[in-house]
């Protein structure tokens, strides 16, 4: 299950314009997720990987945001991804959530309850290489493993 773009408020209770359009609109009105994709991406109630285009807030720790914000300009205020991406994690409990955006490797485990978390993978720019590539297995019991870190 995916959602893409990024958070961008002035688009996000708007109506995406036509596919058929985009020869005739700006690329700009197509950036942002809207309000009815996250609504139907919690229609699927559940979904084992999910992924986004912009990270979700509050998972980056403080060493990796320090790191973070020596190379990306829009972190420099400590703020990093946004609620929706987060909500959808909470909501659809995946076993594996994949970013991109920031274009900075980053992995973490995130809690979603006493018995469940969900793996988080951050992948970096292509021009970084291994860095923007990750591997997964899935075995018998159905759990979701890096196998190229």
């Known amino acids: 299950m ?3 773009g ?3 408020e002035s688009l996000f209770t708007k109506i995406r314009p036509s596919v058929n359009q985009i020869h005739k609109t700006s690329n700009k009105k197509y ?3 809207t309000e009815s994709e996250i609504s139907q991406a919690l229609d699927y ?5 999910l992924i986004m285009h912009e990270w ?4 980056i720790d403080s060493a990796a945001l320090a790191e973070l914000q020596k190379v990306k300009n829009r972190a420099k205020s400590g703020i990093v991804g946004n609620e929706y991406a987060r909500l959808l994690i909470e909501a659809l409990k995946p076993k594996l959530v994949l970013f991109g955006h920031m274009h900075f490797k980053y992995r973490c485990l995130f809690p979603l309850d006493k018995e469940m978390i969900s793996n988080i993978c ?8 291994k ?15 890096e196998i190229i870190a």
Request: glycine share 8%.
């Open 45 to 49: 109630e559940r979904a084992d990987i």
């Open 2 to 4: 995916g959602v893409s």
């Open 56 to 59: 979700a807030n509050n998972i």
């Open 122 to 129: 951050c992948l970096a720019n292509v021009k970084k290489g």
């Open 6 to 8: 990024i958070y961008k």
């Open 31 to 33: 950036i942002g997720f």
């Open 131 to 145: 860095d923007s590539l990750a591997v997964f297995s899935c075995d018998s019991s159905e759990i979701i493993q």
